[in-house]
């Protein structure tokens, strides 16, 4: 399996070579050169596995480039209950993504189970134990550099936190994380683990490390790696729990595979749902793919209009889902250059219009007169919005009508999910995160608490390790360079 550039200017690659990569060196993203398609037969076959036996299955489609009794081992490692061990009474932890209906025809993937409590767990924790295999095999060393709206980041030094070669330099928004999420990733300990709280929102956070990511001569001599969404094992791993949820809502290991599925995934950087799309292309009978966003509409926009316009960093609002308070989708590139036909010409074409144009934010592309976007529906998409307003009466109708507490990204994707569900298709609502992240919207929602796992109460009054700076990316190249040779 080889891998090649959206933008069609880097030489195809192994996936092992990307593993530690991020971006091409053309700025665009890797994409399998071609997808893998899932037999009708294989489908049946893994219908009853486990969730590592599943991932094994679907994961070494993608990665033949590591010995396989490796692979299956880096996997067992992973996906146990051990890890994932976050779960709802009730629950059966060997799930790893436990599928609960609220009503018949209407059912939750929890993919929130993971040390930090949201769906990023699911890929990040395979992304370390894949990261440190690799590193061991060279005897090199990476340093991480990462942005953060809060899930991404603590997702990923609680996957890379004590591992042997790897550092991690963590940008986030300064004062916009939620309590909980600032307290889980600035109590940290592990020497290999670096916070830096960044005087600004995301957007300007994600601008830094695509900044320091384009300084080609900083990034090898430094060692400089990824773990945000752009990179492709993350797209991966999540591939395998739309068909761990597809065989759970059709029936289980007796089940079949002629039915057909809606899957609402709350949306942000395009990540998640991006590989639902995979998963789709692949074979999963998935009917629609219902595109949540929150009040940063963006994506909304372009399934609804065919005009991609992202916002500036000034007009992202700051919102109750904020871990999709994102409006450069960087995944989108991935969705667009299948959409156009894999046309890597194209897909430079469309961005160097955004490019040119991102500093007066007038940067947009318009696919809606073309013969790509008339094929759009082809893809299964679907999208809406979702407001703070509608977070709280969904939260709060969750509760009460099926004893469910849900956080409020979850909340956007119920909310679009049950209006835009084609009639007599099965819907299942991914659960991007548990609401004890975001204790201040349960409380205006529900007035009250939530529920919190065992072994986290009071961390929010544990002392914190963080660097307060400015968006300024050659001051966090000081940074890094002056702390990168710290002992792990
Ligand atoms: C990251 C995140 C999202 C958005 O996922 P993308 O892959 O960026 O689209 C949604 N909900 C939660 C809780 C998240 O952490």
Redesign the pocket.
Known sequence: MRYISTRGNSPARTFTEILLAGLAPDGGLYLPEVYPSVSRAELDQWRGLSYPALAFKVLEKFIDDIPAADLKALIDRTYTPAVYCNIRPGDDSAEITPLRWLEPGLAILEL?NGPTL???DMAMQLLGNLFEYALEKTGQELNILGATS???GSSAEYAMRGKRGIRVFMLSPHGKMSRFQTAQMFSLADPNIFNIAVKGVFDDCQDIVKSVSNDHAFKSEYRIGTVN?INWARVAAQIVYYFKGYFAATGGAGGSNDQEVAFS??????????AGHIARTMGLPIRQLILATNENNVLDEFFRTGVYRPRSNAETRQTS?P??D?SK?S?FERFVFDLVGRDAGTVRALWAGIESGAKSSAGAFDLSGGPHFARIRDYGFVSGTSTHADRLATIRRIWAQYGIMV?T??ADGLKVGLELREPGLPLVCLE??LPA?FDETIREALGREPERPAGLEGIEQLPQRFAVMDADAMAIKRYIEEHCRAPF
């Open positions: 929130s949201a769906f990023k809060g899930d991404t969404s995934v709350p949306s942000g950087n395009f990540g998640n749902i991006c889902s871990s999709m994102i989708a995944n956080d990204h979850s991007t995160a992240k």
